[in-house]
């Protein structure tokens, strides 16, 4: 499987977009804050977590006896770069003229 393929994988998974989506909000969390936020199991949550650091989307430091997740939004970023930016740069620009184009002609 390659790195793009685990970055997609982790992506696919609502709740795991949920877990990036705490850690963009707040950075360096802890799995007990994690699984407080969500209506699973502890184990759930870790599995989840193990998919999102295999993919590298999410990276652990310890801290003491505590395990903190952080998020690490740079395969976000390259699969960005690679698959949506070329694809949209210029329809996202016909797609906005054309939005204008319609809106004066509005009555």
């Known amino acids: 499987m390659t790195e793009d393929d685990r970055v997609f994988k982790a992506l696919a998974d609502p709740t795991r977009r949920f877990?990036?989506?705490?850690?963009?909000?707040?950075?360096?969390?802890?799995?007990?804050?994690?699984?407080?936020?969500?209506?699973?199991?502890?184990?759930?949550?870790?599995?989840?977590?193990?998919?999102?650091?295999?993919?590298?989307?999410?990276?652990?430091?310890?801290?003491?006896?505590?395990?903190?997740?952080?998020?690490?939004?740079?395969?976000?970023?390259?699969?960005h770069d690679r698959w949506i930016d070329k694809f949209t740069e210029e329809n996202a620009a016909a797609l906005t003229e054309l939005k204008r184009e319609l809106e004066r002609e509005e009555p």
């Open 19 to 79: 877990l990036l989506d705490l850690l963009f909000i707040r950075d360096g969390r802890t799995l007990t804050e994690l699984e407080s936020e969500l209506d699973m199991t502890r184990f759930g949550v870790m599995k989840h977590l193990r998919t999102l650091e295999e993919a590298n989307l999410v990276v652990t430091k310890k801290s003491g006896r505590e395990k903190l997740h952080y998020l690490n939004p740079v395969p976000i970023r390259l699969l």
